[in-house]
């Protein structure tokens, strides 16, 4: 259990970088001077597509299909020694939906990735530090789809009829120690800046995540592990235009356990608690517990002032698991969870997640994917409600996709996707459903040294 002082040492944590990672990092530069292997994957493809809403319209008077010229670029750039390795991957997609001119939107859109990482390893120690820059429509949600083996975009919601980007940069640095050939600590730190080009008219936040986690785990036998957790993460929240400010921090501890079923599957659970404390300033009025809105009065001064309401709360957190992973790339996922999370919804959120994934290769060159996944999205307290205009969110995604291969380089991808999005305002609600049908040529290279 944390003492009254915890959060202070909390927030001085997430607020910035150990002095053990940055000392770890610096020697990497070093390091990332030698000779280094270099290889390059181009890819690129080219489809078209059709939408039953791409406007996201609620009423179905509304709703008006559309379809849609796909494009995407990317290049894997790795470099590696025995100890060093260094990974960029540059990557731009667009798309173009008919009929802008006559309803006049702009759903259309380009976006850029620029990920990168760097790590080191030593004999009982891998240091690394992942960054970059993104630029992404808004179109393009965090919850389309579910695959463990991409990461997701934080914050992301598909609730426009025009085209608005999410500009992110970040930082992730993380160390790994090997403290006895049994037991492995691990310190990760996540900082998260993102803000939204059309925040005025979408009523979006811009925010500003800072996570951290300290972590030991054990071999306890040869297919079991015991691990134990303690997180801290604040949130910072705004609006273009608006003096209400959202500053939270939570707090928690978690205890896990994973067994090796197989060599390539594994089963695990988690479970801990977490605690959030929310402070909303600058309120025009508050909530009495009657009901009623009242101005806050400075009684030093008698004249009426911005108002802060401050809360705590309490949530569970954790998972169960059931993982194949032949390689470096999941095959089979099956996930309940509950994490806490940013949101552009101006507070931290619950998700609570149903989650499958499974691939298969029916033949040397005819490959299948499906997945499926429910979230659902509440505010950590209720308080943290006042900058947000979607407080509950119920989101369903179902996807299948097959891919031919043609040869070494070329193959042909066949998708659909429906999602709904279901969303609570405490007045009334609103569902957002989308059919995808998408048809894409893919090219991959070899890669050249």
């Known amino acids: 259990m944390m003492t009254h002082s915890g959060p202070v040492a909390a927030r001085a944590l997430a607020a910035g970088l150990p002095v053990a990672i940055i000392g770890a990092l610096a020697l990497l530069a070093g390091n990332a001077a030698q000779a280094l292997g270099w290889d390059y994957i181009p890819s690129a493809s080219a489809g078209a597509g059709y939408e039953s809403n791409p406007n996201s319209a609620s009423r179905s008077s509304q709703r008006d299909d559309s379809y849609v010229a796909t494009a995407s670029g990317l290049i894997d750039i790795v470099g590696e020694t025995q100890r060093t390795r260094i990974s960029l991957r540059p990557e731009i997609r667009s798309a173009v939906y008919s009929g802008m001119e006559r309803d006049s939107r702009d759903d259309s859109y380009v976006n850029y990735y620029l990920p990168m990482s760097i790590s080191e390893s030593w004999q009982t120690l891998q240091a690394s530090l992942g960054a970059g820059v993104s630029r992404v429509s808004t179109r ?31 930082i992730a640095p993380s160390l790994r120690y090997q403290l006895t050939p049994r037991d492995l600590i691990s310190l990760s730190l996540n900082h998260d800046d993102i803000t939204y080009t059309e925040a005025e008219f979408s009523l979006r936040t811009d925010y500003t995540a800072t996570s951290g986690q300290l972590a030991w785990s054990r071999s306890w036998t040869r297919r079991s592990t015991l691990s134990l957790s303690g997180n801290v993460s604040t949130f910072e929240a705004s609006r273009p235009n608006s003096p209400i400010k959202n500053d939270t921090l939570t707090y928690g501890l978690t205890a896990g356990y994973q067994y090796a079923l197989s060599p390539v599957s594994m089963v695990g659970a988690s479970a801990g608690g977490s605690r959030s404390e929310v402070k909303i300033k600058g309120l025009p009025w508050i909530f009495t517990p009657s009901g009623l809105l009242l101005p806050c009065l400075d009684p030093e001064s008698g004249t009426f002032v911005a108002c802060t309401i401050k809360s705590t709360a309490g949530n569970f957190i954790g998972e169960v698991f059931y993982r194949q992973r032949p390689d470096r790339t999941v095959t089979t996922e099956l996930r309940l969870s509950r994490a806490i999370q940013p949101s552009s919804d101006g507070s931290q959120v619950t998700v609570d997640q149903i989650a499958g994934y499974y691939t298969k290769e029916l033949t040397p060159l005819l490959s299948l994917k499906l997945s499926a996944m429910f979230w659902k999205q509440d505010a950590v307290s209720r308080e943290a409600n006042a900058l947000s205009n979607r407080f509950r969110r119920d989101y369903y995604s179902v996807e299948a996709a097959a891919t031919q291969r043609l040869g070494r380089h070329w193959s042909v991808t066949g998708q ?5 999005d279901e969303r609570d305002f405490d007045v009334l609600s609103r569902s957002i459903s989308n059919h995808r049908f998408y048809l894409t040529l893919n090219y991959r290279g070899l890669g050249s040294h």
């Open 140 to 170: 393009d949600s965090v919850v389309v789809g579910f695959d463990p083996n991409t990461p997701q975009q934080p914050g992301i919601d598909t609730a426009n009829r025009r085209t608005e980007y999410q500009e992110r940069w970040y």
């Open 416 to 420: 659909y996707r429906y999602t709904d």
